[in-house]
């Protein structure tokens, strides 16, 4: 059964370095997200993206974050200067054709701000 | 974006019983799923479940979208039940998390 793959599972990193998380989507599907999770909390909306654009983002999803897909199959969210609020799990999730249709999620990128 | 709502909060059970979980929320929605967060923290997609009555071995759930709500049974529940279980909403494309339902199920 076709999955939704993240990169790296758990990622630690200094404040203020840059970050990089990797998605690969379901491979016929064309509207991708990134959600977040902060530990002891509910799953957050960052963005939404579509042929090749954001479509939609929340107001966490702030300057320091950014979405690409370089090519035809990775999906990454970058965040250039991290603080300690950023620790958080971070799900990526694709949806087919269909725009009522099923997310499905990756097993998300776990990471740790020190 | 629309408010979803689970009760109860927490649920302890003992191994073998019933449980009912209650999600509701606040507009007509096109997009309904059914996660659990497992203790490593991975969401499994248990439904995707916009009106009708599913079943998926001892899990099944039902959403009434008329009334805005949507129902998970867990029958003769099991440790590995353990964990949140989240419901998702959406009328505008993504998904709007409940805060969980925390179940405990002891041995």
Known sequence: EPEVTQTPSHQVTQMGQEVILRCVPISNHLYFYWYRQILGQKVEFLVSFYNNEISEKSEIFDDQFSVERPDGSNFTLKIRSTKLEDSAMYFCASMGTGRTGELFFGEGSRLTVL | ?107
């Open chain 2, 1 to 107: 974006g629309i408010q979803v709502e689970q009760s109860p909060p927490d649920l302890i059970l003992q191994e073998g019983a019933n449980s009912t979980l209650r999600c509701n929320f606040s507009d007509s929605v096109n997009n309904l799923q059914w996660f659990h967060q497992n203790p490593w923290g991975q969401l499994i997609n248990l439904f995707y479940i916009p009106s009708g009555t599913k079943q998926n071995g001892r899990l099944s759930a039902t959403t009434v979208a008329t009334e805005r709500y949507s129902l998970l049974y867990i029958s003769s529940s099991q440790t590995t039940d353990s964990g949140v279980y989240f419901c998702a909403c959406s009328n505008d494309y993504k998904l709007s998390f409940g805060a969980g339902t925390t179940v405990t199920v002891r041995a």
